[in-house]
């Protein structure tokens, strides 16, 4: 016999549900710039987005490239294609990407980044056209 606050649920899918898992939990990370600057290289759209809508496939127009290994973004965690949502508490996600860079270059010695994992394929990036994408900043 079950009351009104019983939920019944099986253990697949409960096991489902407990997995931890950092896809979509925004998160800030605070790195120090190393000997070769703080080991990412970003990516993203030259323009403005201004009519853009981020959603959880694609949650803003700026990303991580790839990340050196051993480097401060790697120790931190980073990993590549996480989205960068904010540059030192400054919302980026329709920035374009030359404003990004010049953030970055501002931040001196240390850059707060807030960081989002979308659980996408990496053939999403290559397959944006190329026009609109670079990579012109490693950090």
Do not use: W
């Not at 605070?30 to 809508?53: C, D, H, M, T, Y």
């Not at 400054?90 to 970055?104: A, D, K």
């Not at 240390?110 to 999403?124: E, F, G, P, Q, Y």
């Amino acid at each position: 016999m079950t009351n009104d606050d019983t939920i019944v649920i099986s253990r697949d899918a409960l096991s489902a549900l407990m997995v931890n898992n950092d896809t979509y939990t925004p998160r800030t990370v605070v790195l120090q710039r190393g000997k070769k600057g703080f080991g990412f290289v970003l990516r993203g759209s030259r323009i403005a987005g201004k009519l853009f809508q981020p959603t959880p496939s694609f949650p803003a127009l700026q990303f991580l490239d790839s990340i050196e290994k051993g480097s401060n973004a790697d120790k931190a965690g980073l990993k590549q294609n996480d989205y960068v949502l904010e540059i030192n508490g400054i919302n980026v996600t329709s920035m374009p990407h030359e404003e990004c860079v010049n953030l970055i270059k501002r931040a001196g010695d240390t850059i707060a980044l807030r960081i989002v994992t979308a659980n996408i394929s990496s053939k999403i990036h290559s397959n944006h056209d190329s026009q609109s994408y670079y990579t012109a900043f490693q950090s």
